[in-house]
């Protein structure tokens, strides 16, 4: 399996705290995602990364920040996380934009604000 | 609104059969498709993919069939194991130079499950 850990891996939090989730890869893949799963939605892309220092918006961006400053670390924080931001969030990693096997995914962090 | 809709929420079948699970697009920019299964508590896992310039691709016990006029793919599982029972989501990515390039879009997951 490729080498990419998400922490924590359960969370609890209060509304208006922030929140910053992360995501480490191993492989020295150039890309990383941050996606968000609900029901009924499937995944949905909050922001991701081509490079270090390197990042744009996904098209549910709003109430997120993220940041690389190192190839293997990218994170997700929320800046002040409400109840409509629960939910449980992967990171994905790719070698390319776009190829033959898509993105691998972490194993999730499943987020829930009280 | 949704880009790649994936309509049944849910599909029932018994082992040894077919599964097919269905999935509908809607942005013509689309040009490359990928099927990826969870399972509880994990993160999504590649199945199989397919480029537009292709109608079918074959993988083992999966295959993935494209109607580009119709803007609709669907995955072909046979026979179904009891171990395929996962959610399966469809996934597309759009050509280069346009705002879907690199990025997946997926629909919104279709919940397989095969009985004994």
């Known amino acids: 399996d490729a080498g990419i850990t998400q922490s924590p891996r359960h969370k609890v939090t209060e509304t208006g705290t922030p929140v910053t989730l992360r995501c480490h890869q191993t492989e020295n893949h150039r890309y990383m995602y941050w996606y968000r799963q609900d029901p009924g939605h499937g995944l949905r892309l909050i922001h991701y990364?081509?490079?270090?220092?390197?990042?744009d918006k996904g098209e549910v961006s709003d109430g997120y920040s993220v940041s690389r400053s190192k190839t293997e670390d990218f994170l997700l924080t929320l800046e002040s996380a409400t109840s409509s931001q629960t939910s449980v969030y992967f990171c994905?990693?790719?070698?390319?934009?776009?190829?033959?096997?898509?993105?691998?995914f972490g194993s999730g962090t499943r987020l829930t604000v009280v | 609104d949704q880009q790649v809709k994936q309509n049944s929420p849910s599909l029932s079948v018994q082992e040894g059969r077919i599964s097919i699970l269905n999935c509908d697009y809607t942005?013509?920019?689309?040009?490359?498709f990928l099927w990826y299964k969870k399972y509880p508590a994990e993160g999504p896992t590649f199945l199989i993919s397919i480029s537009s310039i292709k109608d079918k691709n074959e993988d083992g016990r999966f295959t993935v069939f494209l109607n580009k006029s119709a803007k609709h793919l669907s995955l072909h599982i046979v026979p179904s194991q009891p171990g395929d029972s996962a959610v399966y989501f469809c996934?597309?990515?759009?050509?280069?130079?346009?705002?879907?390039?690199?990025?997946?879009?997926f629909g919104q997951g279709t919940i397989l499950t095969v009985h004994p």
């Open positions: 990364s081509y490079g270090v220092k390197d990042t």
């Open positions: 942005n013509s920019m689309f040009d490359y």
């Open positions: 994905a990693i790719s070698e390319r934009e776009v190829g033959s096997g898509g993105y691998t």
């Open positions: 996934a597309a990515s759009g050509l280069a130079g346009g705002t879907s390039y690199g990025k997946l879009t």
